[in-house]
């Protein structure tokens, strides 16, 4: 199993920026592909970027935006948001999985963090 803590979210205005974090513990931690997913309110849980077994996949809506990245050895995952957008506005969940799951969409990951809300003023 892998427990999940988010951090780094706040209120910023149109075009200014955030770094979300998320420091995974548990076993084989780097064996586990993760993700950024985030719901708005009144809306489905999208994912946001992935990081698996082939690369570093987004969603359309953040190409150019957003960048996430991982350090293996802090066993920590980030998000860097930057040109944010009203729309942006959600909680962030930082999710992981293992095997034959990875291959799926980030909703469905097995282990989902608390959230760390993103509020972006227009």
């Known amino acids: 199993q892998v427990r999940l803590v988010e951090s780094g979210g706040g209120s910023v205005q149109a075009g200014g920026s955030l770094r979300l974090s998320c420091v995974a513990s548990?076993?084989?931690?780097?064996?586990?592909?993760m993700a950024w997913l985030r719901q708005a309110p009144g809306r489905e849980r999208e994912g946001v970027a992935v990081?698996?077994?082939?690369?570093?996949t987004y969603a359309d809506s953040v190409k150019g935006r957003f960048t996430l990245s991982k350090d293996n050895a802090k066993n920590t995952l980030y998000l860097q948001m930057n040109n944010l957008k009203s729309e942006d506005t959600a909680m962030y969940y930082c999710?992981?999985?293992?095997?034959?799951?990875?291959?799926?969409?980030?909703?469905?990951?097995?282990?989902r963090g608390q959230g760390t809300q993103a509020t972006v003023a227009s």
């Open positions: 990081i698996d077994y082939d690369g570093t």
């Open positions: 548990g076993d084989n931690v780097s064996d586990y592909c």
């Open positions: 999710a992981a999985a293992h095997g034959e799951v990875c291959r799926g969409p980030p909703q469905q990951f097995n282990y």
